[in-house]
Nanobody
Framework: QVQLVESGGGLVQPGGSLRLSCAASGFTFSLYVMSWYRQAPGKERELVADITAIGGITHYADSVKGRFTISRDNAKSTVSLQMNSLKPEDTAVYYC?????????WGQGTQVTVSS
């Protein structure tokens, strides 16, 4: 059974940091492109960052470049998102995603709220 379980969300003040983690199971993690998406209330889900299966090449949305860092540990089947210098506009539900060819899996999401 495929599972993607996110953790690490919460309430943080503007300028603060959070680290999200996603634990994967039930598939060959090392073959999959891993991504973080987010969805704010009333908005479409958007890609935040992704990391390739081979080589660990990363890609970021313009809105988070220089502030967020995605990483993966294939030995532990985990992907993380380090979020620094958080802004109120980063408030959203953050989702972990795994893609390999036509296979596409989602986690249940974790809430990140940036507010003073």
């Amino acid at each position: 059974q495929v599972q993607l379980v996110e953790s690490g969300g919460g309430l943080v003040q503007p300028g603060g940091s959070l680290r999200l983690s996603c634990a994967a199971s039930g598939f060959t993690f090392s073959l999959y492109v891993m991504s973080w998406y987010r969805q704010a209330p009333g908005k479409e889900r958007e890609l935040v960052a992704d990391i390739t299966a081979i080589g660990g090449i990363t890609h970021y949305a313009d809105s988070v470049k220089g502030r967020f860092t995605i990483s993966r540990d294939n030995a532990k089947s985990t992907v993380s998102l380090q979020m620094n210098s958080l802004k109120p506009e980063d408030t959203a539900v953050y989702y972990c995603n795994a893609k390999f060819n036509a296979l596409n899996y989602w986690g249940q999401g974790t809430q990140v709220t940036v507010s003073s």
